[in-house]
């Protein structure tokens, strides 16, 4: 484990490709650094209770009412106000938190889907075949990269836009959080860092 100070009201971003390790990553993360666990899915359901439906039907009602982006999307942006130091885990955070230290998590997506497959927790992606669950990864994240791009101008395929951009493909949890303690660290005290792991 890094011994690092890490500033009590820091954001770390992390986003990145499915099965990338993005909430085993930030569970360790808030347990190094005692910071609050903020997630897209977890807001997203939060509001789909207010709302009185489930995600999928909140999903849907999302496509022609922007009011429900709208909310979710301010939720992050209000967190650059706050004092505390947070652990956000979403597709746009980065975007909507520009003084955030910004994580990228990438992952070969043959291991991807293997690490998706043998989740048990994965109910809502479930697929019959490794080759099944590669095309359909694939997919979703053609589709989500064209919808942000198009609805905010944020290209997640640009790399230049994150601090850092760690390869988890043989990479524990354990390894990767080091690596972004040790990065945020550097970021901190004005030191050079390795953006490429």
Same mark, same amino acid.
């Given at each position: 484990?890094?011994? =690092?100070?890490?500033?009590?009201?820091?954001?770390?971003?992390?986003?990145?490709?499915?099965?990338?390790?993005?909430?085993?990553?930030?569970?360790?993360?808030?347990?190094?650094?005692?910071?609050?666990?903020?997630?897209?899915?977890?807001?997203?359901?939060?509001?789909?209770?207010?709302?009185?439906?489930?995600?999928?039907?909140?999903?849907?009602?999302?496509? =022609?009412?922007?009011?429900?982006?709208?909310?979710?999307?301010?939720?992050?942006?209000?967190?650059?106000?706050?004092?505390?130091?947070?652990?956000?885990?979403?597709?746009?955070?980065?975007?909507?938190?520009?003084?955030?230290?910004?994580?990228?998590l990438?992952a070969?997506?043959?291991?991807?889907?293997?690490?998706?497959?043998?989740?048990?927790?994965?109910?809502?992606?479930?697929?019959?075949?490794?080759?099944?669950?590669?095309?359909?990864?694939?997919?979703?994240?053609?589709?989500?990269?064209?919808?942000?791009?198009?609805?905010?101008?944020?290209?997640?395929?640009?790399?230049?836009?994150?601090?850092?951009?760690?390869?988890?493909?043989?990479?524990?949890?354990?390894?990767?959080?080091?690596?972004i303690?040790?990065?945020?660290?550097?970021?901190?005290?004005?030191?050079?860092?390795?953006?490429?792991?």
């Amino acid at each position: 484990m890094t011994n =690092t100070t890490i500033p009590v009201s820091a954001k770390i971003t992390i986003t990145g490709d499915l099965g990338s390790g993005k909430s085993a990553v930030s569970k360790i993360l808030c347990e190094r650094s005692g910071f609050e666990y903020v997630s897209t899915g977890r807001i997203q359901r939060q509001l789909a209770q207010e709302l009185g439906l489930d995600t999928l039907e909140m999903n849907r009602r999302a496509d =022609t009412d922007p009011s429900i982006d709208e909310r979710i999307d301010g939720i992050f942006a209000d967190l650059g106000k706050d004092p505390k130091g947070y652990i956000v885990d979403s597709r746009m955070a980065w975007f909507f938190l520009p003084a955030s230290f910004k994580v990228y998590l990438q992952a070969d997506v043959a291991v991807a889907a293997e690490r998706i497959l043998n989740d048990p927790n994965r109910k809502s992606e479930e697929y019959e075949t490794k080759e099944e669950a590669i095309e359909k990864i694939l997919a979703r994240k053609r589709s989500e990269n064209a919808r942000f791009l198009a609805k905010y101008g944020a290209d997640g395929t640009n790399m230049d836009n994150f601090d850092l951009v760690v390869d988890t493909t043989n990479k524990t949890p354990e390894q990767v959080a080091d690596i972004i303690l040790s990065g945020l660290a550097s970021k901190t005290k004005g030191r050079s860092f390795t953006r490429f792991h």
